[in-house]
């Protein structure tokens, strides 16, 4: 039982240290990211955005709109990154909370590369209009994980 706990105690101290060796600003982000409620970001967005779900629900599958010219659409989706942190009222995006929700969304599932996928994302972003901008981003993130995730199967 003492051997037991000794083991449990030594464990902890593991964790503990794997904990410290994530970036300060992950850490941060991990924080912001387990406040946010998801349904409520979709509801709040939805108000000021009115989105059909099939439309929503076609763009996550696909990464893409099914119309490319429904402005409105991308603005929800900015609303989204906006409100959990994502990017800024600078346009700015948080590479780190975009990690950190991309891994989240829709559940905890493991990607491959997810860090490079991410950084890729951003930093091919030409867009200046901001619901473009977060579009693209959203878009491109989708479209990486649906590649990633067929192939790992
Ligand atoms: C947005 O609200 C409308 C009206 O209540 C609803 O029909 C629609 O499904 C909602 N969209 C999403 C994405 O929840
Ligand atoms: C997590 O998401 C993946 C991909 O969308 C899906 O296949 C899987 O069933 C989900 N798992 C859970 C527990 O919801």
């Not at 946010?36 to 893409?64: Q, V």
């Not at 891994?103 to 996928?117: A, C, D, K, S, V």
């Not at 693209?136 to 199967?153: D, F, N, P, Q, T």
């Amino acid at each position: 039982m003492k051997a037991l706990l000794v083991a449990f105690v030594a464990a902890l101290g593991c964790l503990a240290l794997a904990v410290a060796a994530i970036s300060e600003s992950m850490a941060r982000a991990e924080e912001a990211a387990a406040k946010i409620e998801l349904s409520e970001l979709f509801e709040e967005c939805n108000e000021t955005f009115p989105i059909p779900k099939a439309t929503i629900n076609y763009f996550f599958s696909h990464g893409r709109l099914q119309n490319e010219n429904d402005y409105g659409s991308k603005c929800y989706i900015h609303c989204l990154t906006d409100r959990s942190g994502e990017i800024d009222s600078d346009g700015n995006f948080d590479a780190d909370m975009i990690k950190v929700m991309t891994r989240r969304f829709p559940n905890e599932t493991h990607i491959e590369g997810l860090n490079e996928m991410v950084d890729g994302c951003v930093a091919a972003r030409g867009e200046s209009d901001f619901c473009e901008r977060a579009y693209g981003l959203v878009s491109c993130l989708i479209k990486e994980k649906l590649a990633r995730l067929g192939h790992s199967h």
